[in-house]
């Protein structure tokens, strides 16, 4: 997940349309669409970057690693976590285990 989907999740998990968190931020609306594109915060000014850590109640570190971990996409993890909740408990105890396996063997 890069910075900007990241950003996107936190503004949807507060409930907020991306024109109420541009108020909030006091940020223009059209200049946080312009910010939230693919790519697009890097060259965002640091001032505006800076409001909207502030509003989510992020640190900058936060948002820079960001870009450093990749997720699966959200439909992703909502299918896997969808998936697992419909397994009886002893199941659910064999697939996290499995992934754990996984982990040790990716690299």
Same mark, same amino acid.
């Given at each position: 997940? *890069?910075?900007?989907e990241? @950003?996107?999740?936190?503004?949807d998990?507060? !409930?907020?349309?991306?024109?109420?968190? %541009?108020? $909030?931020? #006091? /940020? &223009?609306?059209? +200049?946080?669409? %312009?910010?939230l594109?693919? *790519?697009?915060? !890097? *060259?965002?000014?640091?001032?505006?970057? /800076?409001?909207?850590?502030?509003?989510?109640?992020? +640190?900058?570190?936060?948002?820079e690693? $960001? %870009?450093?971990?990749?997720?699966?996409t %959200?439909?992703?993890?909502?299918?896997? #976590? =969808? @998936? =697992?909740?419909?397994?009886? &408990?002893k199941? $659910?105890?064999y697939?996290?285990?499995q992934?754990? !396996?996984?982990?040790? @063997? $990716?690299?």
């Open positions: 997940m *890069g910075r900007e990241y @950003i996107k999740e936190l503004i998990k507060r !409930g907020l349309t991306i024109k109420d968190f %541009s108020k $909030q931020a #006091n /940020i &223009p609306y059209t +200049t946080l669409l %312009s910010m594109k693919d *790519g697009a915060l !890097g *060259g965002s000014s640091v001032d505006n970057v /800076i409001k909207v850590c502030k509003t989510l109640e992020i +640190t900058i570190e936060e948002l690693n $960001q %870009s450093k971990v990749k997720y699966k %959200s439909k992703e993890l909502k299918e896997i #976590n =969808f @998936i =697992f909740s419909k397994l009886k &408990p199941f $659910q105890t697939a996290l285990s992934l754990k !396996g996984l982990l040790e @063997i $990716q690299d």
